[in-house]
């Protein structure tokens, strides 16, 4: 017999949503108990509850600490949609006018083919609310964060580098880009295009290419994606992008053209400390936008 859908599905709680964020971003009962102002056995319950109804284990428990499960970390992603997209909703209606100036930060390839949606959709949402934009490196704009000169910010990291899952948005997989009917992957040595030392791209691309033994040499540096973008489709190097940089005159390489996985890396969001209103409006919208993978939308509002 064929499997069937219950024709009414459980409805997942949006305060139990924000008790299992709080633990997972704690890593503790107690301290998350205190976050969303309940007892330790009411918040024991409410994970309790949770896991009988997803038939899932969601947490692995030891004396000190709690950590996500496999399930964990896959709610975890919808969770914190949820609640953004909740927060939005609510904004939209409680709070309508809003006003006043939000620094807002992204690093190059994210303002480029992402922020042309955002700032459209903040526009439309909020008119009388202005958007400083500044665009920058990831380690740049995450210091700009905490030292309160920025509002909030995206920024690129890479997996298990400064994953905090209290920021993180979304995950994309990083990718060898060459030009479409190319040579340069060719070469050898490998020509390859690369950002400033310090980017996490650069690092992980270079360390993937060493364990693989492959010889290549720097043929081009530059600290800007359109720079990169330029390398490649002048066929002089290929270089490490973000899978949703690829254009349709460039291609993906893989190990079928003798090149290293990157895996992939994250971008969070980190909001200043103390933030506004209107700041913390703007931040549920682009966790709602991102966390679903509307970028797609986004970045179709830049080509």
Known sequence: MANTVPSALPVLELDIMKTFIAIAETGNFTTAAEVVFRTPSAVSMQIKKLEDMLRVSLFRRDARSVC???????????????VALN????????VPEMNGIVRLGAPDDIGELMLPGILRHLSETWPNLAIDVTIESSVNLHRAVEDGRLDLTLYNFLNAVRADPAEKVMTEQLVWVGKRHGQ???????????WDSGCSWRTRALEELT??????????YCGSHMGQTAAIRADIAIAPLARFLVRDDMVELDDRDGLPDLGSYDIGLAVRQGASQPALAVADYIRAALGDRSFKQLTAVAA
């Open 87 to 94: 927060n939005e909703a609510v904004s939209r209606f409680v």
């Open 211 to 220: 364990k693989s033994q492959i010889e290549f040499r720097i043929a081009y």
């Open 184 to 194: 340069a992957h060719l070469k050898t040595p490998l020509p390859i295009s690369v």
């Open 68 to 82: 996500l499960t496999h399930h964990g970390e896959l709610l975890l992603s919808y969770a914190k949609r949820m």
